[in-house]
């Protein structure tokens, strides 16, 4: 008895149980660390994307997803750790179908009666950029989180914008996933 009970002294990754010896495997937990990222440590970069022949929901989508910082390998699902993103040549955007007509874009003013709607023709002809903010909005979570996310993103209708000085990397749509 005094044996076997040095022995499990000796060799602590046995352990005695109804006479019998069990091997105990242990995990070494201190390698999985999960990496938690929040503002101070988020690696933020900005990103250049050409709207020019794109589709609407597929460029949303992917604005979204870049926004979002789910393209990271550091993604955290309760902190801002996307990009900032820079779209141009919304006006050069592309709706599939019968969109043009048949979409309706919704806003209501709060007094009855005060629902006005617009087809994305008419939105397009008053601000082009619209349609890419309400698209990359409807695809961002409706919460603190989703409203700060939304303010990384600027969209221009021509090939100028105002954030030369940032030196936004240029992103390709099509190689994206």
């Given amino acids: ?81 996307g990009d900032y993103v820079v779209v141009i040549n919304a006006d050069k955007v592309h709706l599939s179908g019968n969109k043009w007509d048949e979409k309706i874009y919704q806003r209501f003013s709060g007094y009855p009666g005060g629902r006005r709607t617009e087809t994305a023709t008419q939105v397009f002809k008053k601000d082009p950029t619209r349609l890419v903010e309400n698209a990359v909005k409807g695809m961002l979570p409706k919460n603190k989180l989703g409203r700060a996310v939304y303010k990384n993103m600027k969209v221009y209708s021509g090939a100028e914008h105002e954030q030369e000085a940032q030196q936004p990397k240029k992103v390709d749509l099509n190689e994206f996933n």
């Fill in 1 to 81: 008895m005094a044996i076997e009970n040095l022995f499990l002294h000796l060799h602590p990754e046995f352990v005695q149980r109804k006479d019998k010896l069990f091997k105990i495997s242990r995990v070494n937990t201190l390698s999985y660390k999960t990496v938690s990222v929040n503002k101070a440590n988020a690696d933020k970069q900005w990103l250049l994307v050409d709207a020019e022949g794109q589709t609407l929901g597929r460029l949303a989508s992917k604005v979204a997803k870049m926004l979002r910082g789910k393209h990271k390998p550091q993604f955290t699902p309760h902190a801002d750790c």
